[in-house]
């Protein structure tokens, strides 16, 4: 996977799209290590056919398109999939904006932010009950890095906005 995100940096670097690393490999940027094989990115629905295309010439092909994610798999079955969250021209754009550099340089590949990772984070535990476990354990270890300050009244929220119930009395303990 180093690879393709090395494929797609360079692309970002050449003007072709920007994309964001979300997911267990996005947590690298915010100081948190997390063993995953996948690759999930985010990237606004006009950068979209720049991706197919890039994907294509690295062997992969689209597998599954769902209201909110595409997913690509690789000639290879070995290689694990990229599934690629689709956000508004907009929405993209505001993410970028508080995005995390990897290397500390400009061009390189970028993260969310704290707060936009946290609300998608939430907004994932809500639509898929079934990897609650999962996410919880990431935003309890994002709240904990310390990498950006989030104040109480910010995750109250994000908590309301885009999460269940509950969620903010379970995870306000783990603000720094």
Same mark, same amino acid.
Not at 2 to 31: D, T
């Given at each position: 996977?180093?690879?393709?995100?090395?494929?797609?940096?360079?692309?970002?670097? %050449?003007?072709?799209?920007?994309?964001?690393?979300?997911? *267990?490999?996005?947590?690298? #940027?915010? *100081?948190?290590?997390?063993?995953?094989?996948?690759?999930?990115?985010?990237?606004?629905? &006009?950068? $979209?056919?720049?991706?197919?295309?890039? $994907? @294509? *010439?690295?062997?992969?092909?689209?597998?599954?398109?769902? /209201? @909110?994610?595409?997913?690509?798999?690789? =000639?290879?079955?070995?290689?694990?999939?990229?599934?690629?969250?689709?956000?508004?021209? #907009?929405?993209?754009? =505001?993410?970028?904006? &508080? &995005?995390? /550099?990897? &290397?500390?340089?400009?061009?390189?590949?970028?993260? +969310?932010?704290?707060?936009?990772?946290?609300?998608?984070?939430?907004? #994932?535990?809500?639509?898929? +009950?079934?990897? =609650? /476990?999962?996410?919880?354990?990431?935003?309890?270890?994002?709240?904990?890095? *310390?990498?950006?300050?989030?104040?109480?009244?910010?995750? @109250?929220?994000?908590?309301? =906005?885009?999460?269940? +119930?509950?969620?903010?009395?379970?995870?306000? %303990?783990?603000? +720094?």
């Amino acid at each position: 996977m180093e690879s393709v995100l090395q494929h797609l940096a360079q692309a970002q670097r %050449r003007g072709e799209l920007r994309f964001l690393v979300i997911g *267990g490999r996005g947590l690298v #940027a915010h *100081g948190i290590q997390r063993f995953t094989k996948d690759l999930d990115l985010a990237i606004a629905t &006009s950068d $979209l056919p720049a991706l197919e295309s890039i $994907l @294509q *010439g690295l062997g992969f092909a689209t597998d599954a398109v769902m /209201s @909110q994610f595409v997913r690509f798999r690789h =000639r290879d079955l070995a290689v694990p999939p990229i599934d690629v969250m689709r956000m508004s021209p #907009a929405t993209f754009e =505001r993410a970028w904006q &508080s &995005s995390r /550099s990897f &290397s500390g340089t400009e061009d390189g590949p970028r993260a +969310p932010g704290l707060e936009v990772f946290v609300a998608m984070k939430l907004l #994932a535990m809500r639509n898929q +009950p079934d990897r =609650r /476990s999962k996410d919880l354990l990431d935003l309890e270890e994002l709240l904990r890095s *310390g990498t950006e300050p989030l104040t109480r009244a910010s995750l @109250q929220a994000l908590c309301e =906005r885009f999460g269940v +119930p509950g969620d903010f009395e379970l995870l306000s %303990r783990h603000l +720094p």
